[in-house]
């Protein structure tokens, strides 16, 4: 087989599961705002079971919704089976996929859900199935062919349960008003926890920020400057106001008579500053276009009260890039 069939195979099948995402999204009806109600109204947690290639996209799904506001927890009916139904309550909502609908393993758990009134949600593409007959509320994928050519191997009605499952979780996240910094909250590590940090996770408070006054002389601005590390000074005014910054520039420019300068006559005034709540992905986007290496952080309510000090290394430590 010659790498142009490969690439021809591929891309049929994306397309494939590509159209069946269509025929998913305009078959969805009121049963999906059933089962968004009947979600928000539980009291306990999203219970989420299948076995299998269903089983797999389960879990994907349980930690989707866990991540977006939505306590979920994903079972397996196997082990449901052998003590694991405790970890259900009567105040929960199960979400139970097959894509067959006739998984005897989510038997018991459905048995289970009948003996105490715990609602389910069923997930199948067969509408007179067991599952569905047993669930309370039933969300249909359409029957289309799998995209494997033998019509055996989940792949078309793996990718629309996957998709459902996140529209659901969406749904009920832009219900909850969930936001960024919720999500941060539940994403503190990795990739993602670094792009939702902000400035005042990261920034250098107290006496490590580098700050003179406007009638210091230059002498001792020099000494702080290099006494603090971040090739800057910030200039407060007699207020205590940060009104100007003197950087390695404003050195070059005042080299003649230098040291009988003050830092308020060498100073770039009214420099860029940033509020602590600001994301660091920000703070080093406006480093990078202004090709500087620090910025001075300030309180958010305008008064020019300095905060604390960010370096560009601080974002490159933390993993924003």
Same mark, same amino acid.
């Given at each position: 087989m010659t790498e142009s069939k490969f690439i021809k195979t591929a &891309?049929?099948?994306? $397309?494939?599961?590509? &159209?069946?995402?269509?025929?998913?999204?305009?078959?969805?009806?009121?049963?999906?705002?059933?089962?968004?109600?009947?979600?928000l109204n539980a009291k306990g947690r999203i219970i989420i079971s299948g076995i299998g290639k269903s089983g797999h996209i389960a879990r994907?799904?349980?930690?989707?919704?866990?991540?977006? %506001?939505t306590p979920a927890h994903f079972v397996h009916p196997a082990e449901a089976s052998h003590g694991d139904l405790g970890m259900v309550t009567r105040e929960d909502v199960v979400l139970a996929i097959s894509n067959s609908g006739e998984a005897p393993e989510l038997a018991n758990l459905i048995a289970y859900t009948q003996r105490f009134g715990i609602p389910v949600i069923g997930v199948?593409?067969?509408?007179? %199935?067991?599952?569905?007959?047993?669930?309370?509320?039933?969300?249909?994928?359409?029957?289309?062919?799998e995209a494997c050519g033998t019509g055996v191997?989940?792949?078309?009605?793996?990718?629309?349960?996957?998709?459902?499952?996140?529209?659901?979780?969406?749904?009920?996240?832009?219900?909850?008003?969930?936001?960024?910094?919720?999500? $941060?909250?539940?994403?503190?590590g990795g990739t993602l926890g670094a792009q939702l940090s902000r400035v005042g996770d990261l920034m250098h408070t107290g006496d490590a920020i580098p700050l003179s006054g406007t009638d210091t002389p230059m002498s001792d601005t020099l000494l702080t400057i290099s006494q603090k590390g971040f090739g800057v000074v910030g200039v407060l005014d007699d207020q %205590?106001?940060?009104?100007?910054?003197v950087t390695d520039g404003d050195l070059r420019r005042n080299m003649a008579g230098l040291l009988d300068l003050t830092a308020g006559e060498v100073m770039t005034k009214s420099p860029g500053t940033i509020g602590s709540k600001a994301l660091a992905e920000e703070a080093l986007n406006v480093?990078?276009?202004?090709?500087?290496?620090?910025?001075?952080?300030?309180?958010?309510?305008g008064s020019r009260n300095v905060a604390g000090i960010i370096h560009i290394h601080d974002c490159l430590r933390a993993g924003v890039i």
């Open positions: &891309r049929r099948v994306i $397309r494939e599961e590509a &159209r069946a995402l269509d025929v998913l999204a305009d078959a969805l009806d009121s049963t999906l705002s059933d089962a968004v109600d009947m979600i994907k799904i349980a930690a989707t919704l866990a991540s977006t %506001g199948t593409s067969k509408s007179d %199935g067991a599952l569905a007959t047993q669930s309370n509320i039933v969300l249909l994928i359409p029957k289309l062919g191997v989940p792949t078309t009605s793996t990718t629309m349960t996957l998709a459902l499952g996140d529209a659901l979780a969406v749904a009920l996240m832009e219900h909850r008003a969930f936001s960024a910094d919720n999500f $941060r909250d539940f994403h503190p %205590g106001y940060l009104c100007g910054i480093m990078e276009t202004r090709k500087i290496t620090c910025l001075f952080v300030v309180d958010p309510d």
